[in-house]
């Protein structure tokens, strides 16, 4: 019997871990400002850079400078407007809209293709890098919609080859599965802590020491003049405890990849050939699912299972309001009864064998009522 809430939607956010909450409220007791000369500026700045070694610990960083940002849009952000030199921007069709729509005016923006598994096309990334060497390539580790991992180390060697500069959004994939910054080997990475039980609105950009990059948000001289703006010392240090238990938590979560195998059954079960899932023959992070079903309305159907207090998403959060068909599902040529079909599923560590169940049993009274209305 299912009482509670079922939250399904962990790829676009968390829940705030009950440690990380504990020290948050904590820090939120005392006037802490990294600014400050005097003892409580001091244990601010202690707590600070606590935290940028245990993100640095989680993501083998310790060859690249953390600045503490509101989030991954303003460090990508960041990057794109702040490289001396870059003329050309180069970025695929599958990117989070964080990075597809982050366009300078004064950059010349090329669109990189991705194969039917949501693969970013490395034969089309090769054939448009530019000539010249001023350019930065900006490619995400795990899709957000798809869970598809991307080939970031052979993409980083290529870029490099070049003289190129290459960014990484490694948003989906920190706290799923193991991130390492010196494996992959690119030059600025993006991360938010409320995608792995950290709280919103703090995030951090990462980039390889010897680097020179400019401030987006100009003003006082922060983050060694690389972000003014006070730092939001408790939303760190809640930051630096996800990242602390991220580290804890990687081989628990990777069992979350049977629940992922259960629902993919139980979705084949209920809908046959009018199901399409994306990315099935490729890896991807254990906690994701997304899949289409042909002439269904995805809107419809979250609103089905919210009714049925199961939470879950019609693709990325930060474009799931609009009505327009999938950007990711056209990426991957996707047939065009598919296009308006697409649902995300993503779980967190707190799923159930008996919610997916439950979300099964509501799932095909929707779709049995669907078919009798299509005929």
């Known amino acids: 019997m299912i009482t509670q809430p079922v939250y399904f939607d962990h790829n676009a956010t968390t829940p705030l871990s009950n440690e990380a909450l504990l020290a948050m409220n904590q820090v939120y007791q005392f006037p802490y400002n990294t600014s400050s000369v005097h003892q409580f500026g001091s244990k601010a700045n202690q707590l600070v850079n606590e935290a940028r070694k245990n993100l640095?610990?989680?993501?083998?960083?310790?060859?690249?400078?953390?600045?503490?940002?509101?989030?991954?849009?303003?460090?990508?952000?960041?990057?794109?407007?702040?490289?001396?030199?870059?003329?050309?921007?180069?970025?695929s069709v599958i990117e989070h809209s964080s990075v597809f729509n982050c366009r300078p005016h004064n950059k010349n923006i090329i669109e990189i293709t991705s194969d039917k598994q949501g693969i970013i096309n490395?034969?089309?990334?090769?054939?448009?890098?530019?000539?010249?060497s001023n350019f930065l390539v900006s490619a995400m580790l795990a899709n957000n919609e798809t869970g598809a991992i991307q080939p970031i180390a052979e993409i980083a060697k290529i870029v490099h080859q070049k003289s190129g500069l290459i960014h990484c959004d490694i948003v989906q994939a920190v706290g799923k599965i193991k991130v390492d910054l010196e494996q992959l080997n690119v030059d600025f990475a993006s991360v938010s802590a409320h995608k792995f039980r950290g709280p919103q609105g703090i995030g951090a950009l990462l980039v390889r020491k010897g680097i020179d990059i400019k401030p987006l948000i100009l003003g006082s001289k922060q983050e060694k003049g690389k972000?003014?703006?006070?730092?939001?010392?408790?939303?760190?240090?809640?930051?630096?405890?996800?990242?602390?238990?991220?580290?804890?938590?990687?081989?628990?979560?990777?069992?979350?990849?049977?629940?992922?195998?259960?629902?993919?059954?139980?979705?084949?079960?209920?809908?046959?050939?009018?199901?399409?899932?994306?990315?099935?023959?490729?890896?991807?992070?254990?906690?994701?699912?997304?899949?289409?079903?042909?002439?269904?309305?995805?809107?419809?159907?979250?609103?089905?299972?919210?009714?049925?207090?199961?939470?879950?998403?019609?693709?990325?959060?930060?474009?799931?309001?609009?009505?327009?068909?999938?950007?990711?599902?056209?990426?991957?040529?996707?047939?065009?009864?598919?296009?308006?079909?697409?649902?995300?599923?993503?779980?967190?560590?707190?799923?159930?064998?008996?919610?997916?169940?439950?979300?099964?049993?509501?799932?095909?009274?929707?779709?049995?009522?669907?078919?009798?209305?299509?005929?």
């Open 56 to 91: 640095q610990n989680l993501l083998n960083a310790h060859n690249y400078e953390v600045i503490f940002t509101s989030g991954s849009t303003e460090s990508t952000n960041t990057v794109f407007n702040g490289i001396e030199g870059i003329s050309d921007i180069l970025f």
């Open 227 to 375: 972000r003014a703006g006070s730092l939001n010392v408790a939303g760190i240090v809640g930051f630096s405890v996800a990242c602390m238990q991220a580290q804890e938590n990687l081989t628990e979560f990777a069992k979350i990849g049977n629940l992922i195998t259960k629902l993919q059954q139980g979705l084949k079960n209920i809908c046959g050939d009018n199901l399409y899932i994306l990315s099935q023959e490729v890896a991807k992070i254990p906690n994701t699912l997304f899949f289409a079903v042909a002439n269904q309305n995805s809107q419809t159907a979250v609103i089905h299972c919210d009714l049925h207090n199961i939470y879950l998403s019609s693709g990325s959060a930060c474009s799931s309001g609009s009505v327009n068909q999938s950007r990711i599902l056209k990426a991957l040529s996707a047939e065009e009864k598919f296009l308006q079909g697409g649902l995300r599923i993503g779980l967190g560590l707190g799923n159930t064998e008996q919610e997916i169940d439950y979300f099964l049993n509501v799932y095909q009274q929707f779709y049995q009522l669907q078919q009798k209305l299509c005929h």
């Open 122 to 132: 490395i034969l089309d990334l090769q054939e448009k890098l530019p000539k010249h």
